[in-house]
């Protein structure tokens, strides 16, 4: 009897949240429009925040401006980082101009940050040798993919291990591509 009691009263719960403010369909469009304020708020105090010398929220503004479609405000928000020495929001703007197909501008951007003293992680080198190859500098796209492995960016060896295997450097290739399998790079196992 105790169990049928609180499967009812789970059950009017349930209902009276069903008829709850939030599910009404005429409200839909004022709750959206509050959700756009909130993130215009967000993205205003993560601005601001840059503004005072953060860099570390000039990338985040950049990342939440992505989230919400508005690309090319990114680009300009990941620059500010970069320029404040946040050689991620470096790698974030560089990325985003390279699907966007600025391929000059992102290698100039992503190699820099690549070659960086303050690249500790190698995060910019994948896109740095990827926009090198698009510009048919192999070479430099090897070099820069190379440089990625050797700080630790297991997407940089992946692409050094696959570009050794398809010059027929089948040698060369093993160690890079072991490494990033090692790392849970799927893709290098099966090379």
């Keep these: 009897m105790q169990y049928l009691k609180v499967s009812v009263g789970l059950f009017a719960l349930f209902l009276s949240a069903c008829s709850s403010v939030s599910l009404d369909p005429n409200r839909f469009a004022t709750q959206a429009a509050d959700a756009n304020r909130d993130e215009s ?3 205003r105090a993560l601005r601001q925040l840059c503004d005072q010398g953060q860099a570390e929220f000039c990338e985040k503004e950049a990342r939440i401006l992505l989230e919400n479609g508005k690309a090319e405000l990114a680009v300009v ?12 929001a470096c790698a974030l ?8 197909g ?3 501008q992102a290698a100039q951007v992503l190699t820099s940050a ?17 926009a090198a190859f698009l510009a048919s500098d192999l070479q ?20 050094e291990g696959k570009a050794h ?8 290739s093993f160690s890079p591509l ?11 196992c099966s090379e």
């Design 93 to 100: 703007q560089g990325d985003i101009l390279l699907a966007e």
């Design 140 to 159: 430099k796209a090897m070099r820069l993919w190379k440089r990625g492995c050797s700080l630790g960016n297991l997407v940089s060896c992946y692409y």
């Design 41 to 43: 708020r967000i993205e």
């Design 114 to 130: 690549c070659e960086s003293k303050t690249a500790l992680d190698g995060v910019a080198c994948p896109g740095a040798g990827e």
């Design 165 to 172: 295997r398809l010059a027929n450097r089948v040698d060369a």
């Design 102 to 104: 600025k391929i000059p």
């Design 178 to 188: 072991k490494r990033a399998c090692d790392g849970g790079i799927l893709g290098s």
């Design 77 to 88: 928000a990941s620059a500010r980082g970069c320029q404040k020495g946040r050689n991620t």
